[in-house]
């Protein structure tokens, strides 16, 4: 991951003292790209960039320009299919600085304008500065794995990776919403574009923005997932096909992310989701030592070392394990809100930061995980007692006597 940050004054030309503001909000995002900093003052934007170097290692620095440098742009994600979308685009004619995966998005820009975005395979969050048109873009992608906060306040618009580097910006107010504090306690987490800061809004996932010189903003959705409503029909396939599509698609997915020009390692929790991942990445790379990271508890209840050890030997892999105490919770406990940037309401965030201190301690910046398993494969207990319930297979006092009283209150 690496961090973004910048403001567009609506009114004025940037100033050296804008670039001290930026380079202010960069600082706050050094945790996200301790590789390097960087920032960049031109018209009247104001962009900051820090870096984890993943790709293009001696030369992928940010901001990155277009051949005629109209086209500003910084980016905090990886593009998965960069290399067959730079050889098309090489094939085309456009000329690369770089060999970072992100400048795909530049050429892009220049052939579609942003229909281009349904062409990337990604996990990202940028801003593009079109000087032409006088524009700034700003996107994310389409499951909203990379955030992005704004504000606009008076006549400057402001942006960045963490809300944290917002608050650096002298116009910026700290105040509670408490639409957004009644989220947390309400639901599983906040609700985009929501946030627990009053006026400071996230990026939904599958949208851009465009900010013009004058102030307007558009707010525009490129993507959404559509569920099927009614029976789900099979399309005369068996569900074997469905099955072998399922297993090709995940293969690539695994595939494209061990694209790097660092060392790589994964998660190993001793799960399903994290065990196929391991056994996946030991089929399309076997001959090569991989590094597996583990958390472990000194509780046999929770401990699950025996299915860890067992996945790491069956993949080739160096199991690295970190023992997580009681303590440990409230030592990363503030942390980890600080890093939340919203009140938690389980302590398994602390566990993760233990593990990615442990990643990086040994020199570690790509790590593939099982996120977002659950979600899809019903994994967590909820999803499934939700299919049971619609099946006819639970059934309980309250949910009856909830049937009762809508019948007494409604008639129906």
Known sequence: MCGICGFVKFDKKASYEDKMVVNKMNAKLYHRGPDAQASAIFDNVAFGFSRLSIIGLENGMQPLYNEDDTLVLICNGEIFNYIELRQQLKARGHS???????????????????????????????ALYDKRRKKLICARDQMGIAPLFYTKIENTFIFGSEIKSLLEHPL?????????????????????????????????????????????????????????????????????????????????????????????????????????????????????????????????????????????????????????????????????????????KETYNTASLALSEKVRSNGIKVIQSGEGADEFFAGYVGYRFDKMRQMGYVKNDASDEEKKLRKKLWGR
């Open 96 to 126: 690369f600085k770089t060999s970072s995966d992100v400048e795909v998005i530049l050429h892009l820009y220049e052939e579609q304008g942003m229909e281009f975005l349904n062409e990337i395979n990604g996990q990202f969050a940028f």
């Open 172 to 344: 910026v107010k700290t105040e509670i919403d408490p639409v957004g504090l009644d989220q947390v306690m309400t639901f599983a987490g906040l609700i985009s574009p929501r946030t627990m800061f009053k006026g400071i809004n996230s990026l939904e996932n599958g949208h851009y923005l465009e900010v013009d010189d004058n102030g307007g903003i558009l707010n525009i959705e490129y993507w959404d997932l559509i569920y099927p409503e009614g029976e789900v029909r099979m399309n005369g396939k068996p569900e074997s096909y469905y099955v072998d599509k399922l297993e090709d698609l995940f293969e690539k997915s695994i595939n494209l992310r061990l694209r790097a020009d660092v060392p790589s390692g994964f998660y190993l929790s001793g799960g399903l989701d994290s065990s196929m991942i391991a056994m996946k990445v030991n089929k399309l790379i076997p001959d090569i030592e991989k590094e597996a990271f583990s958390i472990d508890f000194i509780d046999s209840q929770h401990s699950e070392s025996i299915y860890q050890k067992l996945i790491a030997k069956e993949s080739n892999s160096k199991l690295n394990q970190r023992t997580f105490f009681y303590e440990d919770i409230s030592k990363r406990l503030q942390l980890s809100v600080y890093h939340s940037e919203c009140p938690i």
